[in-house]
């Protein structure tokens, strides 16, 4: 193409400048003879250098373009090797990430100190310690969990008669796994079977202890929870109902709401009474709790027992705001007012001896997160103990504590 530009061009040039071009020709053929330039070298080789010249630069970059989709061919092979060394790594990473998700450890540890008066009225050193709680979740299936809890308690002072020296106290919180129990879901029922630390109503109040058991519970409605349980306490000496330890407790509890601002729980429970003693066969409890004004909840407790005599435990408590593990400077405070009737409930918990049966009185507290996941807790505690006893018959008590938990 570019060839026969050129001869269109010498073409016109000759039509115009007649001179500039001459043509001789004889019987055979016709030759144009083109008019050299000024280097002696004619236009058409001039032409065929340029071509040569493009030809080389091409061909140089071919074989660059070639060189560098070698390289390329080659960090492909490289990088699809790592890829797979990758994929080796993250499918290990995932199995074991999978058996690390099964087991959930949790707990605190928590340092407390108490001023208390000694003998039948208070406990003394007893409650003076270090201790830690340590709670396991072990994922079985998507239904099923198995759980552990083991209590630690080292008391820093000598005297230390929680125990005793014959063994017929309790033998909970020495470090090892006091309760074992395990969760499940089938379909819409909830299981929990085992040895662990149950506890009915807001409060605790009809009962707070360690008992092996069996409860079965059920959502009626997305505010109702209905349940029925079936326990046999095994806190020895800290049960507070007579020879408590040697009987069943059966029963059910309904909690739920009866406006959108007021809950309530229900707890009806039943035990073989052998022989009176026990005390009470039936026991029935009724508690309210209520937000009645903006950061201020009331929660209110009644329990009553067939005993012949000293049959009712009440509790109430008012709460100002409260604390949140991870909202550091969070707060809260209460008081609370009980009355624990001797044969009022069938065990409640009783809180670090705080709240002992036969005692009635007052306990004002607040709560404090000083930094994340750290809660620091004082109250003062001004009770009667043994209301229902001859003995001490409504003697003083006054309790001080401080504790401080940090949550893991």
Not at 314 to 322: M, V
Request: charged residues 25%; negative net charge; proline residues 2%.
């Amino acid at each position: 193409m570019k060839k026969q530009l050129s001869i269109f061009m010498l073409l016109t040039a000759a039509a115009v400048f007649p001179g500039g071009v001459s043509a001789s020709g004889n019987d055979q053929n016709s030759t144009w003879n083109m008019e050299a330039d000024s280097t002696g070298i004619s236009q058409s080789e001039q032409e065929n250098s340029i071509d040569k010249a493009d030809h080389e630069k091409m061909q140089k970059l071919q074989e660059q373009y070639e060189a560098e989709l070698m390289k390329m061919q080659q960090l492909r092979a490289e990088y699809e090797k790592e890829l797979q060394k990758m994929n080796v790594n993250d499918s290990d990473y995932n199995s074991l990430k999978e058996k690390v998700d099964k087991i959930t450890l949790f707990g605190f540890i928590r340092a407390k100190y108490d001023n208390d008066d000694s003998g039948s009225i208070g406990a003394g050193n007893n409650n003076k310690h270090f201790y830690m709680d340590l709670e396991g979740k072990m994922k079985v299936s998507k239904d099923w969990e198995a759980h552990f809890q083991s209590e630690t308690r080292k008391g820093y002072t000598v005297n230390q008669s929680w125990r005793g020296d014959s063994g017929s106290g309790s033998s909970d919180q020495d470090g090892t796994f006091q309760r074992i129990w395990v969760e499940g879901h089938p379909g819409k029922l909830g299981v929990t079977i085992g040895t662990k630390w149950w506890g009915y109503g807001f409060q605790n109040v009809p009962f707070g202890h360690a008992a092996d058991g069996i409860q079965l519970d059920y959502d009626i409605t997305k505010d109702w929870n209905a349940k029925v349980f079936l326990l046999r306490p095994r806190q020895g000496d800290l049960v507070t109902m007579p020879y408590g330890q040697d009987t069943t407790i059966k029963g059910v509890n309904f909690t739920g709401k009866l406006t959108p601002k007021l809950d309530t729980s229900i707890t009806l429970a039943g035990n073989k009474n052998y022989d009176n003693n026990q005390k009470m066969d039936r026991m029935g409890a009724f508690e309210l709790r209520s937000n009645v004004a903006p950061n201020l909840m009331l929660t209110g407790t009644y329990v009553r027992t067939n005993a012949d005599d000293y049959n009712t435990s009440k509790e109430c408590r008012i709460d100002y705001k409260g604390t949140k593990l991870d909202d550091i400077g969070s707060f809260g405070a209460y008081a609370r007012y009980i009355n624990f009737a001797k044969y009022g409930d069938y065990s409640h918990d009783d809180e670090w001896n705080s709240l002992p049966s036969d005692t009635k009185g007052w306990i004002v507290g607040v709560k404090y997160v000083p930094y994340k996941n750290v809660e620091w807790e004082t109250f003062y505690a001004d009770q009667k103990r043994n209301i229902d006893t001859a003995d001490d018959h409504n003697a003083t008590r006054h309790l001080f504590r401080t504790q401080i938990d940090f949550h893991f």
